[in-house]
């Protein structure tokens, strides 16, 4: 499969625990992002990497979000002292160039903070 | 006010059944328009772009008004598979951040 791979596909935790994400974007795109989706809201931005420099982030990542990008390849997404309110869908998505070029997701990262 | 707005739906039609939904955006500096298709508990995948000038591909026809800001989205001879979550999608001015609607939701019916 050379689609973007994400993983755990499923992680349940307690609050207060922390939590890390996987993203394997295709190999050969350099633009990587984040989003997150609640039930019945369609996905929000998160943050946005290219190769390894992470340009935006948005408002909605609170201090205990961080990701990374080390040598452009995959990235990780971390939470740390998670909340019930951080249970949601992470998805990580790529592209090469411009997102006006196709943005492929991967299958997501189904959190629940318990 | 949200960037993209869509009415949630959900629109429950007739197999063979036409159905159209709209979307609307805010940042007239907007560049790109598409519409992603998302099934349930599935990543959205992209359905079609939406031109200017309006594009069809196969039973879907995709309009744009720039000047009311709105998008639509028709679908002709509704099939059972295209029972799914239509998103409306923005490229904001910058060429990277893909603004989402909440997502019209289409149940097709034998």
């Known amino acids: 499969d050379t689609g973007v791979s994400q993983n755990p596909r499923h992680k349940i935790t307690k609050r207060g625990q922390n939590v890390t994400f996987r993203c394997d974007p295709i190999?050969?795109?350099?633009?990587l992002y984040w989003y997150r989706q609640t039930l019945g809201q369609g996905p929000e931005f998160l943050t946005y990497?290219?190769?390894?420099?992470?340009?935006?982030k948005s408002r909605l990542l609170s201090d205990r979000f961080s990701a990374e990008r080390p040598k452009g390849s995959f990235s990780t997404l971390e939470i740390q002292r998670t909340e019930q309110g951080d249970s949601a869908m992470y998805l990580c998505?790529?592209?090469?160039?411009?997102?006006?070029?196709?943005?492929?997701f991967g299958e997501g990262s189904w959190l629940t903070v318990v | 006010r949200k960037e993209v707005e869509q009415d949630p739906g959900p629109f429950n039609v007739p197999e063979g059944a036409t159905v159209a939904f709209n979307c609307t955006y805010s940042n007239s500096a907007s560049q790109s328009f598409f519409w992603y298709r998302q099934d349930c508990r599935k990543e959205p995948k992209l359905l079609m772009s939406?031109?200017?000038s309006g594009n069809e591909d196969g039973r879907f026809t995709a309009q744009l008004n720039r000047a009311s800001q709105y998008i639509s989205l028709l679908i002709r001879d509704s099939k059972l598979s295209d029972s799914a979550t239509y998103l409306c999608v923005v490229l904001s001015s910058n060429d990277y951040k893909l603004s989402f609607g909440a997502g019209t939701t289409v149940t097709v019916r034998a």
């Open positions: 939406v031109y200017s």
């Open positions: 990497f290219q190769n390894e420099a992470q340009l935006e």
């Open positions: 998505a790529s592209s090469l160039g411009p997102v006006g070029n196709t943005i492929y």
């Open positions: 190999s050969e795109h350099n633009r």
